[in-house]
């Protein structure tokens, strides 16, 4: 199943064998990093600041990114 994960870079549901107990989800290492730093960019507000500056002119990244 892992070797099949990996190769496909599709996540498998793992269903729960006793009644009431949820499932689990196993995803490719590389995937799972990506899903965590997403939410870390999220949850610090990042994603909304570069969302709100994206049409910005004349934008010097370097100093942008520092402000982040």
């Known amino acids: 199943m ?3 994960v990996n ?3 599709k ?3 793992i ?3 006793k009644v009431g ?3 689990a989800m196993l995803v490719v290492e590389d995937d799972w990093s990506a899903i965590q730093e997403t939410l870390f960019l999220l949850n610090t507000g990042v ?3 570069i969302e709100d500056r994206k049409n910005e002119e004349d934008i010097d ?3 942008t990114w ?3």
């Open 2 to 4: 892992i070797k099949s």
């Open 7 to 9: 190769e496909e870079s």
């Open 11 to 13: 996540e498998v549901y």
């Open 15 to 17: 269903s729960s064998t």
């Open 21 to 23: 107990e949820k499932g």
């Open 47 to 49: 994603i909304k600041q």
């Open 61 to 63: 990244f370097n100093n």
């Open 66 to 68: 520092n402000h982040l």
